[in-house]
Nanobody, 123 residues
Framework: QVRLVESGGGLVQAGDSLMLSCEAS????????VGWFRQAPGKEREFVTA???????YYADSVKGRFTISRDNAKNTVYLQMDSLKPEDTAVYYC?????????????????WGQGTQVTVSS
């Protein structure tokens, strides 16, 4: 069982930066793939980025070059550094964890989810 808690959301202006954190419980957390997803009002939840236990990372095209995912297994924490934020990045951001190694951009592949943190980017 893994429990995930996100933090770090807030209201920022376009062009600003924000760092989200996802802290996990569970002694085997470093074995999990951890992903970040986001959901804007009226839209489906979409993949943002993910990181394997090895440190290999994956990004959606919409955030590539602006967002950076990293993990500190000693602290059971995954971070999402978001730079050059745009109004279209506004959404609730969720972290999620899975042990499955296929389709890591698919919502259905993740077994554990946090409660989400709101990110609002004003123009």
């Amino acid at each position: 069982q893994v429990r995930l808690v996100e933090s770090g959301g807030g209201l920022v202006q376009a062009g600003d930066s924000l760092m989200l954190s996802c802290e996990a419980s569970g002694r085997t957390f470093n074995s999990y793939i951890v992903g970040w997803f986001r959901q804007a009002p009226g839209k489906e939840r979409e993949f943002v980025t993910a990181i394997r236990s090895s440190g290999r990372t994956y990004y959606a095209d919409s955030v590539k070059g602006r967002f950076t995912i990293s993990r500190d297994n000693a602290k059971n924490t995954v971070y999402l550094q978001m730079d050059s934020l745009k109004p279209e990045d506004t959404a609730v951001y969720y972290c999620a964890a899975t042990l499955r190694f296929t389709q890591i951009s698919a919502v259905s592949m993740y077994d554990y989810w946090g409660q989400g943190t709101q990110v609002t980017v004003s123009s």
